[in-house]
Each structure stands twice: as C-alpha cells, then as structure tokens.
C-alpha cells in the first residue's frame, strides 16, 4: 500500500469546488438547493458536512460524486478539471478516483464478502488475482479476516457496513464520499464501525467528505463545515 497522504503535504487538493448552484422545478416555482458553493479539500483531510436535513448535503455529495451534474460552478478532483468532461469520462472518473459509502451498504447478497470487496477492481479491469488480493488487504483492515466467505445475510449489520467501507477503497481512491455512514445503525455499533472507518482513512490517506448528524462522529475528523440556506460555513 503507498505512503498515506498527509493534509497540507502539497498535493493538488483532492477535491475543490467553486460557485457550485443547484436547483430543481417544482411546477412554476424553482428550488435552489446550493447557492454557490466553495470547498477546498486536501489530499489526507477528513472533513465532516453537516446541515439540518433537507438543507442539501446528499445533493452536495451526489455533486462531488459525479452523480449528478451542478447548474453551474466548477468542480476539480485530484488537480483534474471535471465540469466540462462527457458522461464518459464522468464515469470512468467515477470509478477510477472515487469511493462511495452510503447509509446503507447496498451489498449484493449472492455475492461473499470478499467477493463484493472485488467487484470495483474487477469492473475496473483489473485481474482477479489483484482482486482478490486487495479484498483481504481491505477486509483484513476492518476485521473481518475470518468472514470472507459469508454472505451479507450471515453477516451482522455492524459487518456489513464494515464490508461496504472496505469496498469502497478497493480501487485506492482519491477521495472518499459518505453519507451518514453508519446512520442504519445503533448507538454502539455505529460507534464501533465510525472508530474502523476512521481508522482505514488515516492508514491509507486517503481524503474524504463525511455527511453526519452525529456531533461526536464530527469531532473526530479534521474539520466540520456547515451547510446552511445553500452556502457553506466552517462550524
């Protein structure tokens, strides 16, 4: 595994956004989720975006995801311009620098947990061998050396989503996207699976945007920034 990136050690930022606008139509009227947003996220930073609900963090994290398309503003990934790139290029970008960790893991039950961790370097073109190599790498990071053959379903919750952690750095992601990662589960659990997740962020340096409600979760990372009527504030 290459050296962990630290934040501030002169890398192009892992993520900037600038002027990012977003809305949508409803009917005659028109919502203006994000009124031109800025974030600047360093290579190895952990950041925590948190908001009131509805305020616009999943549209923000779909935005720097390459999910969704911004009304205007521009968006680089890695030192990469990425706003006037074709959906091919999105997607290819989409698959080769980022990783996604959502509420729920969205694991594919026919498939063991190693296999589900192989799946994004498989479809990157990689071989199996590295695959599967790779998978352990990670799973062996979350703890879970001794569950690679168990499907989701003979999985605990608390598992699972340590699965979908690992899954998302199985192509060494630039920069990682989460939202309310471990918000499906218990106090005590979630608790559990965050110390994992944090822990595999700052082995690997790899960068992240952290959607959260959990003021303590927040604490933990390097920085909070606030989302509030469309604008970014540092908490």
């Given at each position: 595994?290459?050296?962990?990136?630290?934040?501030?050690?002169?890398?192009?930022?892992?993520?900037?956004?600038?002027?990012?606008?977003?809305g949508y139509?409803?009917?005659?009227?028109?919502?203006?989720v994000?009124?031109?947003?800025?974030?600047?996220?360093?290579?190895g930073?952990i950041?925590?975006l948190?908001?009131?609900?509805?305020?616009?963090?999943?549209?923000?994290?779909h935005?720097?995801?390459?999910?969704?398309q911004?009304?205007?503003?521009?968006?680089?990934?890695?030192?990469?311009?990425?706003?006037?790139?074709?959906?091919?290029?999105?997607?290819?970008?989409?698959?080769?620098?980022?990783?996604?960790v959502?509420?729920?893991?969205?694991?594919?039950?026919?498939?063991?947990?190693e296999?589900?961790?192989?799946?994004?370097?498989?479809?990157?073109?990689?071989?199996?061998?590295?695959?599967?190599?790779r998978?352990?790498?990670?799973?062996?990071?979350?703890?879970?050396?001794?569950?690679?053959?168990?499907?989701?379903?003979?999985?605990?919750?608390?598992?699972q989503?340590?699965?979908?952690?690992?899954?998302?750095?199985?192509?060494q992601?630039?920069?990682?996207?989460?939202?309310?990662?471990?918000?499906?589960?218990?106090?005590?659990?979630?608790?559990?699976?965050?110390?994992?997740?944090?822990?595999?962020?700052?082995?690997?340096?790899?960068?992240?945007?952290i959607?959260t409600?959990?003021?303590?979760?927040?604490?933990?990372?390097d920085?909070?920034?606030?989302l509030?009527?469309?604008?970014?504030?540092?908490?």
């Amino acid at each position: 595994m290459s050296e962990p990136a630290r934040p501030g050690d002169g890398l192009a930022p892992a993520l900037k956004l600038a002027g990012i606008a977003h809305g949508y139509r409803q009917g005659t009227a028109r919502l203006d989720v994000l009124k031109g947003v800025d974030l600047e996220i360093s290579a190895g930073e952990i950041v925590a975006l948190t908001g009131p609900s509805g305020s616009g963090k999943s549209t923000l994290l779909h935005i720097a995801g390459l999910l969704e398309q911004a009304t205007s503003g521009d968006l680089w990934l890695a030192g990469q311009p990425v706003s006037a790139l074709d959906d091919g290029a999105r997607t290819r970008l989409r698959r080769d620098r980022l990783g996604f960790v959502f509420q729920f893991h969205h694991l594919l039950p026919e498939f063991s947990a190693e296999e589900n961790v192989m799946l994004p370097a498989l479809i990157a073109g990689r071989g199996k061998a590295a695959a599967r190599a790779r998978a352990r790498e990670l799973l062996a990071l979350v703890g879970l050396s001794e569950r690679l053959d168990h499907r989701p379903g003979e999985l605990s919750g608390g598992e699972q989503q340590r699965v979908a952690i690992a899954r998302a750095f199985a192509n060494q992601p630039d920069l990682l996207l989460a939202d309310e990662p471990t918000g499906n589960l218990d106090p005590a659990t979630a608790d559990q699976v965050f110390k994992v997740f944090i822990e595999v962020m700052r082995n690997t340096g790899r960068a992240a945007l952290i959607a959260t409600h959990n003021p303590v979760l927040a604490a933990a990372m390097d920085r909070t920034v606030t989302l509030a009527d469309g604008r970014l504030a540092a908490a």
